[in-house]
């Protein structure tokens, strides 16, 4: 292999942030969360033809499977994907949680919770050209946490409010402009286009070192894998990666976790109403139940997924735990401890105990505080031990992985930048 000097140069500057070394980009790396991208999708999308270039690179390029965090939720995951770390370093465990400082329920989408620099921010810091893009405007200010938005090299914003974008705020103005495109709404599959496109408007003008995209799993909620919805998003999505592939990009997808069906045979969703149930055992206003995949867009899956946490009394810990294992649908019941071990989680940001559900079944609260009116296709969701197994994309090959070891989706930074030649 030839090394020019200037690739020498750039072999050996490194980023270090959360004890992992990332090499400086000799091109620009696009790193993308196709969220709720169960492992099929891609796959049955190429088998029908509708995405050549992911076809191309199932052959040409490293088509892998990673495991995503557990809760298989979206906050968590994207935080891990951009910092290298699991929930217990980063601190983001749900969309939302029981803080028990202040005794609310909150959102956890504030940087306050974020306890990890991102690798976005590093490479900010030693004066990359940082690009973030999310679909969904949630997410943005926990990916941009640390990036100057005033100095030149850093810019970030959300699909969803694309409009409001002012230089002071994102590093940006004009977006729609730029893209080419009205903001879409955010319940569509133009919202996830949008991010692309923006991606590949920002590779043509402003050419960022690191690029993290962040899409929406709108359609993977409603549609099955090799679906024509499903296919005709994915063969969407397809085109743009043939165009930053073009553009000289290492191009790196992943998701933030699978997606599974959560419905009976007549199309009802599955589910188990903890809170109801711990009620009716214990009294109301006992037992503390949290669904933490709650967030303020639960339309498209009622705030049902397959993972709850819960508070209560101590002495209550032990029969709770036997009398929940043996409900029908619930899959694993695990103490605080045993949870944190396993998923490495934060335990100050979890309940004394986890519960996970069965593979089509759903955790709710109660019944009267799930609003289903917006469910118009049969329940599909995510958040448990089966939504774990996601792609692990790259469109040029990899070298050097230990096979031995677990990938993880949150190695994507790790692979793209270290294991790509
Ligand atoms: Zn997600
Ligand atoms: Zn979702």
Not at 23 to 40: E, L, N, Q, Y
Not at 205 to 228: E, F, W
Not at 320 to 348: I, K, Q, S, W
Not at 396 to 407: C, F, I, N, Q, Y
């Amino acid at each position: 292999m030839h090394f020019s000097n200037d690739d020498a140069l750039a072999y050996m500057k490194h980023v270090k942030v959360n004890d992992r070394r990332y090499r400086w980009p000799t091109r620009p790396v696009i790193a993308v969360c196709i969220d709720g991208s169960h492992p099929g999708y891609v796959e049955q999308a190429v088998a029908a033809g509708a995405a050549p270039f992911l076809a191309r690179v199932l052959e040409e390029g490293a088509f892998l499977e990673a495991e995503g965090v557990v809760p298989t939720f979206t906050n968590p995951n994207n935080l891990s994907i951009v910092t290298g770390t699991p929930p217990a370093v980063h601190g983001i465990c749900g969309n939302y949680f029981f803080d028990r400082e202040s005794g609310e329920e909150v959102m956890m989408n504030d940087p306050r919770y974020l306890r990890a620099p991102t690798i976005l921010k590093a490479f900010h810091d030693a004066g990359a050209g940082v690009a973030v893009v999310t679909a969904k405007d949630k997410l943005r200010l926990l990916l941009c946490d640390g990036l100057d938005f005033r100095s030149d090299g850093a810019l970030g914003f959300s699909a969803e409010k694309a409009d409001e974008a002012t230089l002071a705020g994102n590093g940006i103005e004009n977006v729609p402009d730029l893209v080419g495109m009205e903001v879409p709404p955010v319940y569509s599959a133009e919202l996830s286009e949008f991010v692309l496109a923006a991606a590949v408007r920002l590779m043509e003008t402003r050419r960022p070192d690191v690029t993290y995209l962040s899409t929406t799993d709108y359609i993977q909620h409603k549609h099955a894998p090799g679906t024509p919805v499903a296919n005709a998003f994915y063969a969407m999505m397809d085109g743009y990666f043939d165009r930053l592939d073009r553009l000289g990009c290492t191009v790196a997808l992943t998701a933030d976790h699978g997606m599974n069906a959560k419905h009976g045979a007549g199309g009802e969703p599955n589910v188990i109403y903890l809170q109801d149930l711990l009620d009716g055992w214990y009294g109301i206003g006992e037992v503390r139940v949290i669904l933490p995949i709650t967030d303020p867009y639960v339309v498209h899956h009622g705030a049902l997924g397959s993972y709850a946490t819960i508070y209560l009394d101590s002495e209550r810990l032990a029969g709770a735990m036997t009398r929940l294992a043996a409900v029908d649908g619930v899959g694993e019941v695990l103490t605080r401890e045993d949870a944190c071990a396993r998923f490495e989680l934060p335990p100050d940001r979890v309940g004394d105990i986890v519960v996970l559900s069965e593979q089509d079944v759903t955790l709710g609260s109660g019944v009267a505080k799930h609003d289903l009116s917006g469910l118009s296709e049969p329940l599909r969701s995510h958040g448990g031990l089966f939504e774990q197994k996601v792609p692990f994309i790259l469109n040029r090959p990899v070298t050097g992985l230990d096979p031995a070891k677990r990938l993880r989706n949150f190695s994507l930074f790790d692979v793209a930048l270290n294991h790509v030649e």
